[in-house]
């Protein structure tokens, strides 16, 4: 009794602790506003803040219409015809999601440039000029339009086609019999009705957009994580960076308010709604065509070109992947990934457990709250962890403590964890709410509760989302960038910094290593996603 006491009263003040340790960089962060501004915050309001702020919006306008045309009409159209290669476009249309937009980027360039691959091969075939130029440049705004299109277009498409999916079939019948078209009800009925959807899926689509630094930063776009970067790395002045950082984080939660706005008091489902088979319409000749592709080019463009051109860089690198700082980088990015996706599963486990089995709101609003950590920019996660972790560094030395924690691997774990927790909490929440409360009953009627329940009864019948979970956490670590080259200790590279690094300095040849390794990572949550989607409208298999 007293280690069951012991271990629940534990876990109350979990949540708590790691609520603390979520909000904490965001107030100190936040905190910078009404520190004083320096010449270097009035240099970049007067020169380049207009700059940020225009190229950022710019940005979100064109990167939200591309992925919502894609995303949206490719879902509609797997969902309600069949064409050639359907079958293939159902799965394939989400691996885009595995290559993030900084190795879009580098890849682009390559292939895109003056002197790229497409204008060599071009010219090659054409017998033209080598000076002969098909394609423009894309290091430019809307290259990193075309680049974040084509990367997290798959946001949209997935919670489209669980929509589409899961649509009440009456409610189309009944716009046909009124006389609509497909068309006619695709607009008017398919597309309001998955409104909330879309929205959702164009919220993860924007604040991406808004906290990456990899892809704006190679194409030379002014925006607040480049600035930010800059300012920090160029200026030295952390001050300046973290009020800049706060105009982000104020910008990225305006996007979530109006998210959250967009579906207030709206009813987008029907009591009667009868769940049935999709009438599937056949499309033939030109129609088939078509609809085959407008699937196949983001899927070619987003994923298919890039691996053909890093594959191309290995070839021209001599299949030289496997030396020493490659499998050094690798190491270190699986160790980190390993560590930060156990924490975060077993944290995730543990408070949803808790609060099941106490039936405890308090720990159900903490934690859907620390899943607002996605929202967080990672480039802001880091900027307020160096300082939380100055903070406590210097309280140690007024008692002579000899710990250092800044520049540590614990900040970086820290900025994972917190960073990652909405997608471990969303598995592991799942798993229990198909676990009948009935079996926690008769559990407690045989004497076992407590710890007992939790590793003999909840442990094993969660295996496999606990499994998902160590997965779709490692593979973010992995790709992840900003907070990485922030927080992490001197010399300690990965393979997201490795590929940054030799991006940076035009090696891009040398980059070929870690980019693919991080694409094959990637392609770990593509399967299970692809499987979540399998069998989910009631009583039919899609594939």
């Not at 053909?308 to 499998?327: A, G, V």
């Not at 390993?338 to 995730?348: G, H, P, Q, R, V």
Request: glycine share 4%.
């Amino acid at each position: 009794m007293f280690f069951n006491s012991l271990f629940h009263n534990s876990l109350k003040v979990l949540p708590i602790f790691l609520f603390f340790i979520f909000i904490t960089p965001v107030i100190l962060v936040l905190s910078s506003l009404f520190n004083g501004y320096s010449d270097n915050w009035f240099h970049l309001y007067n020169y380049v803040l207009s700059e940020y702020i225009i190229n950022s919006i710019f940005l979100i306008l064109g990167v939200s219409f591309f992925v919502v045309l894609i995303g949206v009409l490719s879902s509609w159209l797997v969902t309600n015809y069949d064409f050639f290669g359907k079958s293939f476009f159902e799965w394939a249309l989400i691996l885009p999601l595995a290559v993030p937009p900084y190795i879009l980027a580098y890849t682009f360039t390559e292939i895109f440039d003056t002197y790229g691959s497409a204008n060599t091969l071009l010219s090659n075939i054409f017998l033209f000029d080598e000076k002969k130029v098909f394609f423009p440049s894309v290091r430019n705004i809307y290259g990193a339009i075309a680049v974040f299109s084509f990367t997290l277009y798959p946001y949209v498409y997935l919670v489209s086609r669980m929509a589409f999916v899961n649509q009440s079939i009456s409610i189309i019948e009944a716009g046909r019999i009124l006389g609509l078209s497909r068309v006619g009800a695709f607009f008017k009925l398919s597309i309001p009705l998955i409104r909330p959807a879309i929205f959702a899926g164009l919220a993860l689509v924007i604040m991406e957009t808004l906290s990456d630094f990899g892809a704006v930063e190679h194409f030379a776009i002014a925006t607040f994580t480049t600035g930010i970067f800059r300012t920090w790395y160029g200026m030295y002045d952390l001050n300046t960076a973290m009020q800049l950082a706060s105009l982000l984080l104020i910008f990225v939660t305006i996007f979530l308010v109006f998210e959250r706005l967009s579906r207030k008091k709206a009813a987008f489902v029907s009591s009667n709604s009868l769940y049935k088979k999709h009438k599937v319409m056949k499309l033939k000749g030109s129609y088939s065509f078509f609809a085959m592709l407008f699937c196949l080019i983001p899927v070619f463009v987003g994923f298919i070109l890039p691996i053909i051109e890093l594959i191309n860089w290995t070839i021209n690198y001599k299949l030289d992947f496997f030396n020493r700082d490659f499998l050094k980088s690798a190491f270190n990015s699986l160790l980190l990934a390993l560590i930060a996706a156990f924490l975060c599963t077993m944290i995730a486990f543990l408070i949803n457990f808790t609060a099941r089995y106490q039936g405890n709101k308090l720990l159900s609003f903490l934690s859907s709250t620390l899943m607002l950590g996605y929202a967080v920019p990672g480039l802001i996660l880091a900027i307020g962890i160096t300082q939380l972790l100055t903070i406590i560094d210097n309280s140690f030395n007024l008692f002579t403590i000899d710990i250092v924690l800044t520049g540590s691997l614990i900040g970086l774990i820290i900025a994972y964890i917190i960073k990652s927790y909405a997608l471990s909490n969303s598995t592991i929440e799942s798993g229990f709410q198909r676990i009948s409360n009935s079996l926690d009953d008769i559990s407690k009627t045989l004497n076992i509760s407590g710890i007992k329940l939790m590793y003999k009864i909840h442990f094993p019948l969660l295996r496999t989302g606990l499994l998902t979970s160590i997965l779709l956490v490692g593979s973010e670590v992995i790709k992840e960038l900003p907070a990485t080259l922030i927080l992490r200790p001197f010399n300690f590279e990965t393979l997201a910094v490795s590929a940054y690094n030799y991006a940076s300095e035009e090696r891009m040849y040398e980059a070929a290593a870690p980019s693919i390794a991080i694409v094959i990572v990637g392609l770990l949550p593509i399967i299970i996603l692809s499987r979540m989607i399998k069998n989910s409208r009631p009583g039919e298999t899609l594939w």
